[in-house]
């Protein structure tokens, strides 16, 4: 069974960081590609960052050079370093894993920026 399980969500004010983890489960994690999504209330879900099993990242534009994707396959997780957060970049955030063509999702953890 595949599990994906967010943490490091909360409330930060303007301008603070956060990191987010997503630990996985039920799957061979270094032959997955990762990434982060997230869904601002009353919008469509959105990429945030993804990264291969070859560590080829790519970003949504709204967050380069804010946001860092890594991985750590030993530890079967990936990371999201925000930084510079603004208010819109509150949203729920989501684990993606694409693995051998299958779409598996963790829950969401919320991230709230605001003074």
């Known amino acids: 069974q595949v599990q994906l399980v967010e943490s490091g969500g909360g409330l930060v004010q303007p301008g603070g960081s956060l990191r987010l983890s997503c630990a996985a489960s039920g799957i061979i994690f270094r032959s997955a590609a990762v990434g982060w999504y997230r869904q601002a209330l009353g919008e469509q879900r959105e990429l945030v960052a993804r990264?291969?099993?070859?560590?080829?990242?790519n970003y949504a534009d709204s967050v380069k050079g804010r946001f860092t994707i890594s991985r750590d396959n030993a530890k079967n997780t990936v990371y999201l370093q925000m930084n510079s957060l603004k208010p819109e970049d509150t949203a729920v955030y989501y684990c993606?894993?694409?693995?051998?063509?299958?779409?598996?999702w963790g829950r969401g953890t919320q991230v709230t920026v605001s003074s």
């Open positions: 990264i291969t099993p070859d560590r080829i990242t």
């Open positions: 993606n894993a694409d693995y051998y063509q299958n779409d598996y």
